[in-house]
């Protein structure tokens, strides 16, 4: 029987998340881990895969989900979908809310103090609940985009790793989307009914990204292998694990 696009889009993903979990050795077994839960389509889909994992007899998983309200920005989170997405999935929701002050350090961006604030957070709620790991919902393309501004910005082969170790106390980031490529969450998103959380950031055009995104995708225009090349780089120079 012939699959359908929305059967081998699925299979698709789960393969490539699979994979991520099994070469970067992301799971252990009796692993409590902490997903960061913003509400957007990438952290819906880490949530979901995650959930579908944690079936699987082992490794023995417990998951739980934090979303992270700011309250000085003007991101509409519906709190109560995000609860129903998570319980329909059997993983409890966490919510809490915390803010900055961009006034009191001129030298970072909002869009850093926003991201250390709430990632802030993440390791206050992980520490509380004893969790091993926090896994985060970047995937390839986020990967490869990071990579590209840390050499044009500040002059450094380097990434968002895969897994990183933290070093100060016993606590693993994990990023199980790692091989999964955006085209296909924002597709699995569209089939799936995500609901899109009402994003009204003052700061999100003054950030790079965007443009770097920009550019990535004129690379794979040029060359569609760019990026399995580009990865297989950060491999051989060991970024991709710290």
Not at 95 to 114: G, H, Q
Not at 143 to 163: A, C, D, E, K, Y
Request: charged share 25%; hydrophobic share 40%; aromatic share 8%.
């Amino acid at each position: 029987m012939q699959l359908t696009e929305a059967q081998l889009l699925e299979r698709r993903i789960w393969r490539h998340f699979s994979k991520g979990l099994t070469q970067y050795h992301l799971l252990d077994d009796d692993d409590h881990i902490l997903l960061g839960l913003s509400g957007g389509k990438d952290s819906l889909a880490l949530l979901d895969f995650m959930a579908r994992r944690a079936r699987i007899h082992r490794p023995k998983l417990t998951l739980t989900a934090l979303h992270v309200r700011m309250t000085n920005i003007a991101y509409e989170s519906d709190t109560a979908y995000l609860e129903d997405f998570a319980a329909a999935r059997g993983v409890r929701l966490i919510v809490r809310e915390t803010s900055f002050d961009p006034s009191t350090d001129t030298r970072k961006s909002p869009c850093f103090l926003c991201s250390w604030n709430r990632r802030k957070m993440l390791f206050t709620v992980a520490q509380e609940l004893s969790c091993h790991k926090i896994a985060l919902g970047h995937h390839q393309d986020d990967i490869l985009h990071t990579l590209l501004l840390n050499l044009s910005f500040q002059g450094q082969f380097g990434t968002m790793p895969v897994r990183l170790q933290m070093r100060k106390f016993p606590m693993t980031i994990i990023r199980p989307l790692c091989m999964v490529q955006e085209k296909d969450l924002a597709a699995w998103a569209e089939l799936q009914g995500y609901r899109k959380q009402k994003k009204l950031c003052p700061y999100e055009t003054d950030s790079h990204r965007s443009d770097i995104k920009q550019i990535f995708g004129q690379i794979e225009q040029l060359n569609p292998e760019a990026r399995y090349s580009m990865w297989n780089a950060m491999e051989q120079e060991g970024k991709l694990m710290e």
